[in-house]
């Protein structure tokens, strides 16, 4: 029976695949490496008929993109569909040309400690300006109405630093924290679940034996 070849560049085949290395991987809107993640392929397609039915094949020679993504960001994908522009993913291949990829990327619990440590030094810095302005206006046998404008605003300013500003960079790092321990909790889920269906298959093929349910010459 004659079969019919058709392609078209509008046609595609995309697949995903589950892929557990031993090295960490970083990914592009994560702040954790991980070892089992979620790989995306769109291939150019062809579609094959003849009487009976259709097939579709991919043309492995003409890979679109490759992207992967950590088991949380393909959770997201799947529950978040129009939110926003989407979820994070990490490119790693375009048209056949492979796309490098970042290593020392700052995740957010370095940046958030980075900038706090640069506000604490900004702020040691000013402490110290205002310290030696209000002992030279302190100084004075009489202050003027400007002087007092001065020392109250340098009071303020300390107020406002220490109830206010560094408690709130606070709060950031500790909800950094929080979300870094809810994905690596998840990620932790996602990896043992991966491996209980693996081996799952196993068994199921044969390949490896059923654990016995009873310990050796335990009677039911």
């Excluded at 589950?18 to 960490?24: I, T, Y």
């Excluded at 492995?60 to 939110?83: D, R, Y």
């Excluded at 206006?137 to 009489?142: F, N």
């Excluded at 932790?188 to 310990?215: D, M, R, W």
Aim: net charge negative.
């Amino acid at each position: 029976m004659e079969k019919e070849v058709t392609e078209h560049p509008s046609y595609g085949m995309i697949g995903y695949s589950r892929v557990s290395c031993s090295g960490k991987n970083v990914f592009f809107g994560s702040d954790l490496p991980v070892e089992n993640y979620i790989e995306i392929n769109i291939h150019a397609a062809e579609l094959n008929r003849d009487l009976s039915r259709d097939w579709y094949h991919a043309d492995h020679g003409k890979k679109l993109i490759s992207v992967k993504l950590t088991s949380n960001q393909f959770a997201e994908l799947l529950t978040g569909g129009n939110m926003g522009d989407g979820v994070p993913c990490t490119v790693t291949e375009v048209m056949g040309e492979n796309i490098p990829q970042e290593i020392n990327t700052e995740n957010r619990k370095q940046y958030t400690h980075r900038m706090f440590k640069q506000r604490m030094f900004e702020f040691n810095k000013q402490i110290v300006e205002k310290q030696q302005r209000i002992k030279v206006l302190t100084a004075k046998k009489t202050l003027s109405a400007e002087d007092q404008k001065e020392l109250n605003w340098a009071m303020d300013w300390i107020t406002q630093e220490m109830t206010k500003n560094i408690p709130f960079f606070m709060e950031c790092f500790q909800e950094t924290m929080d979300k870094v321990v809810t994905e690596a909790k998840s990620e932790v889920e996602n990896a043992i679940l991966t491996k209980a269906h693996h081996y799952g298959l196993q068994v199921l093929q044969g390949k490896i034996p059923v654990l016995e349910l009873n310990a050796p010459g335990k009677q039911d």
